[in-house]
């Protein structure tokens, strides 16, 4: 029998609808019936393609037992934190607070007012390497909350004290200037790894938004330092096992600091975030792989994640089905020395292990090795190595493949918008700009839909119940900004000021501080708030980056005001933690730089809007159209005309116009950085 959760669209949810687990959905409801029952709620949180979320559902959740335990002493509510990145952030900010570590599954105990007062994250079935059972941690919270009580309500208290009391420091006055940078840059440089790329050790994250803020820097500066950090990373993570060697498109993360073995889920975020930085990393360079990998990336994204709306799904599993049906991590991309002689043969299959880097060992499990380019084997004929690809891609197609959760997210939809628009405009691949075209169709329809307030999630063409947070109003209007520039629709533009317009109503609070959720939002034990990147760019830096370049398409005042403002926190957290501001230093390098303001009067895809878009100067916008309704499209378009009948290009900085030029060599110069 179905529980509430069969009523939802998260594909998260879903999964758990058939648990004998009397699920509820994060609901007032749920809390009414805790606190008539007089119990507490135990609250699980996960997202589907989260491998420990599926162990500790199938040991715990599938289990009769267990779950008649939790029925009878708990209120159970699942929460997908995709859906409800809020109440993710505040419990995972309590749960950090109290272990000193977090991540998913997060298990947290809450009186009916929402307050916690106990936590972990994944509990075994079995007592093991120092941890309770999860049923010997659902008796004890049992007896806590039976026989002491009071002591559960000052815990419980106490907690929510210390959350309200951690205000933020937000920078206070003023704006990340040269010294804030440059301490930024040095703080990278000390935490860099030479020998492998990347910053810190392992886990190794693809650092997507520091790696725009050294591209950004170096083309406003020219510290070659910077520049060599970015290509050597890139480099590095399109060589190793994060980077899917036949199929294109990068994992979630490296287990170990040389990008060997990855975790094998890949999210929508990662590879629009990283497809964008390899355009950009070709455009500051000119390397072959790096338009490589972004093209392949782009392709991978349309290919595997696209919905039949035109959205992108969120994210495929890690997990799949191996040759004796048991579901394991990365069974559809590993491969054995045998199996490769299976599908190519003796001759290609000795060539493809030396080439891809497949040992007799296997450098993951069970003699199974990650495909990657270790690089030593000299020259290699490209037609051959195309050949092999192209074989065991269609043989690796043939394997059971990783599930796929298909909600559509609004911020990271936002992402592959501005990703997919770039990228299709640098390497003249309209069908990529067709495809972004496509999906902020679907934000707009279905997201925006009649209520004229953004709503995080969809599924099917249906929209689901959860109000949009700060990172979608931010993501989205950076995706339409980058959709304008590319193909002159100032419709774009205009959806962008209409999110950006509701950033400044109800997200911002005093000083130019940002707030995750809207004024008029559910209130939850403590407003989270947070200006850190963690997998994505901050919402509170998304939005500061994308107020700056509506700012400088329109001339809006109030949104250079309120960017500057959001850019306080930049100041004060830039030099001390840039690894985890990297897109708010991204933004300040707009900043420092202008940003420029490019007008092209002239044909849409002609060379001088080309070379404009190919322009390195950091944060640059771009205008172009022709004829008299330009101007009504983009202001900046007004009162540009056509120099000797000849398209025209225009630059303008810190309210200073150079003369216009008819020449793209010319224009190239003043975009240079």
Not at 47 to 59: K, L, P, T
Not at 137 to 152: F, I, P, S, Y
Not at 427 to 451: K, Q, S, Y
Not at 537 to 552: D, F, K, V
Request: hydrophobic share 40%.
């Amino acid at each position: 029998m179905a529980n509430r959760l069969a009523q939802t669209t998260s594909p998260y949810l879903l999964q758990h609808a058939d648990n004998p687990v009397d699920w509820w959905p994060w609901s007032p409801e749920a809390f009414e019936e805790a606190r008539k029952r007089d119990v507490p709620v135990l609250l699980s949180v996960g997202y589907a393609s989260c491998h420990w979320c599926h162990v500790m559902a199938h040991e715990s959740f599938e289990d009769d037992d267990t779950a008649a335990y939790l029925n009878a002493h708990f209120v159970p509510v699942k929460v997908d934190r995709e859906e409800r990145p809020d109440v993710d952030a505040v419990y995972m900010e309590a749960v950090q607070a109290a272990t000193g570590h977090g991540g998913w599954p997060m298990t947290v105990f809450l009186t009916p007012d929402a307050e916690p007062f106990y936590f972990g994250t994944y509990f075994p079935p079995e007592p093991r390497h120092g941890s309770p059972s999860f049923q010997q941690v659902l008796e004890g919270v049992t007896t806590a909350w039976t026989d002491r009580r009071e002591e559960v309500a000052e815990v419980a208290g106490r907690i929510v004290a210390d959350l309200a009391g951690r205000s933020l420091v937000h920078g206070g006055d003023g704006v990340p200037g040269e010294s804030e940078v440059a301490q930024a840059l040095l703080g990278l440089t000390r935490e860099y790894d030479e020998q492998h790329g990347g910053f810190g050790g392992a886990p190794k994250f693809p650092p997507a938004m520091a790696v725009e803020f050294l591209l950004r820097h170096y083309a406003r500066t020219g510290a070659e330092g910077a520049l060599q950090m970015a290509a050597d990373t890139c480099a590095a993570m399109a060589r190793g096992g994060i980077y899917d060697q036949l199929g294109g498109g990068f994992a979630r993360y490296s287990v170990d600091r040389e990008w060997i073995v990855p975790h094998f889920e890949k999210m929508l975020y990662d590879n629009a975030l990283l497809c964008r930085v390899y355009a950009h990393l070709w455009r500051a360079t000119g390397s072959d792989e790096a338009r490589r990998i972004a093209l392949e990336t782009a392709d991978f994204m349309v290919r595997e994640l696209r919905t039949a709306e035109g959205g992108f799904a969120s994210a495929l599993d890690a997990d799949s089905e191996d040759a004796e049906g048991r579901h394991v991590e990365g069974a559809f991309y590993v491969w054995t020395p045998e199996q490769l002689r299976e599908v190519l043969g003796e001759d290609d299959a000795a060539f493809a292990a030396a080439y891809f880097g497949v040992t007799e060992e296997g450098t993951f499990e069970e003699g199974a090795s990650v495909l990657r380019l270790p690089g030593d084997t000299g020259p290699v004929d490209a037609a051959r190595v195309a050949g092999v690809r192209a074989r065991l891609l269609a043989a690796r197609d043939e394997r059971p493949h990783p599930g796929r959760d298909d909600k559509v997210v609004a911020a990271w939809n936002g992402l592959a918008i501005a990703a997919l628009a770039e990228t299709g405009a640098y390497f003249d691949r309209p069908d990529l700009v067709e495809r972004a075209t496509e999906a902020a169709d679907l934000l707009v329809r279905v997201h925006l839909g009649e209520v004229a307030r953004l709503t995080r999630t969809s599924k099917d063409g249906r929209a689901g119940d959860n109000a949009g947070v700060l990172e979608d109003y931010g993501d989205v209007a950076e995706g339409f900004l980058a959709l304008a520039a590319v193909t002159g629709e100032g419709a774009w533009l205009e959806f962008a000021g209409f999110l950006l317009d509701i950033v400044l109503e109800q997200f911002t609070g005093e000083g130019g501080q940002l707030y995750d959720t809207a004024h008029d939002a559910e209130q939850l034990i403590r407003r989270p708030q947070d200006p850190t990147d963690s997998a994505t760019p901050s919402g509170w830096t998304a939005a500061a980056g994308a107020l700056l370049s509506y700012a400088a398409y329109t001339g809006s005042e109030a949104h250079r005001t309120a960017a500057e403002g959001a850019l306080g926190v930049v100041k004060a957290l830039g030099p001390r933690v840039p690894r985890f501001v990297g897109w708010g230093l991204a933004v300040a390098e707009a900043l420092l730089d202008g940003p420029r303001e490019v007008a092209v009067a002239g044909p849409i895809g002609g060379e001088l809007h080309r070379t404009a878009l190919l322009g390195r100067a950091p944060g640059a916008v771009v205008a172009a159209g022709e004829g008299a309704g330009a101007g009504a499209e983009f202001p900046l378009l007004v009162d540009r005309p056509l120099m000797g009948g000849e398209p025209t290009a225009y630059v303008c900085r810190h309210f200073v116009c150079d003369a216009p030029t008819t020449d793209a060599g010319e224009l190239a110069g003043k975009l240079g950085g």
